[in-house]
C-alpha cells in the first residue's frame, strides 16, 4: 500500500506546474457565463431609461461567483486581478458589443437596448432575470 501511495504522489509532484495550474476565470463557464450576463444587463440598464437593473438580485450573483471560485481554488487576490484587469475588461466589452449587434442593439438608437432588455425579460434569460421594467 505505501508503494502504490509514494508511486501516486511520485507521478503527481512530477507533474509539469502547468498541468497542475489553474485555468484563467476567464476560461471557467461556470463563472464567466454569469459574470457576462452581469455585465451585460448592467449595460443595457446604462443606456435604457425604462429599465433598472435588480441591484440586489445582481449583487447577490456577482458574490455568489466570487464564493464558487473560491470554491473551485482562486484566491481573492486572483479574483480581483481578474475582474480589475483592463484586457479583461476590454475583452468582456467587446464580447457584450458583439452579443448587442448581433441582436440588434446599436448605441446610437437607444430603444434598441430596451427593446433587447424586454426580449431579455420575456425570455426570463440570465440576462433578463437581472432587470425590470421601471
Given at each position: 500500500?505505501r508503494?502504490?501511495?509514494?508511486?501516486?504522489?511520485s507521478?503527481?509532484?512530477?507533474l509539469?506546474?502547468?498541468?497542475?495550474?489553474?485555468?484563467?476565470?476567464?476560461d471557467?463557464?461556470?463563472?464567466?457565463?454569469?459574470?457576462?450576463?452581469?455585465?451585460?444587463a448592467?449595460?443595457?440598464?446604462?443606456?435604457?431609461?425604462?429599465l433598472?437593473?435588480?441591484?440586489?438580485?445582481?449583487?447577490?450573483?456577482?458574490?455568489?461567483?466570487?464564493?464558487?471560485?473560491?470554491?473551485?481554488?482562486?484566491?481573492?487576490t486572483e479574483?480581483?486581478?481578474?475582474?480589475?484587469?483592463?484586457?479583461e475588461?476590454?475583452?468582456?466589452?467587446?464580447?457584450?458589443?458583439?452579443?448587442l449587434?448581433?441582436?440588434?442593439?446599436s448605441?446610437e438608437?437607444?430603444?434598441?437596448?430596451?427593446?433587447?432588455?424586454?426580449a431579455?425579460?420575456?425570455?426570463?434569460s440570465?440576462?433578463?432575470?437581472?432587470?425590470?421594467?421601471?
Amino acid at each position: 500500500m505505501r508503494a502504490l501511495i509514494a508511486a501516486a504522489l511520485s507521478v503527481f509532484t512530477a507533474l509539469p506546474v502547468s498541468a497542475l495550474a489553474k485555468p484563467s476565470l476567464r476560461d471557467v463557464a461556470e463563472i464567466e457565463n454569469p459574470l457576462f450576463a452581469v455585465a451585460v444587463a448592467k449595460e443595457v440598464s446604462d443606456h435604457c431609461d425604462r429599465l433598472a437593473p435588480r441591484y440586489f438580485k445582481g449583487l447577490g450573483e456577482l458574490r455568489r461567483l466570487k464564493a464558487r471560485a473560491n470554491e473551485l481554488g482562486y484566491s481573492d487576490t486572483e479574483i480581483r486581478a481578474y475582474i480589475g484587469s483592463d484586457a479583461e475588461k476590454a475583452r468582456m466589452r467587446a464580447k457584450g458589443e458583439r452579443l448587442l449587434a448581433q441582436n440588434g442593439v446599436s448605441y446610437e438608437q437607444p430603444e434598441t437596448f430596451c427593446a433587447y432588455g424586454r426580449a431579455e425579460i420575456e425570455k426570463n434569460s440570465a440576462i433578463g432575470v437581472l432587470l425590470r421594467a421601471k
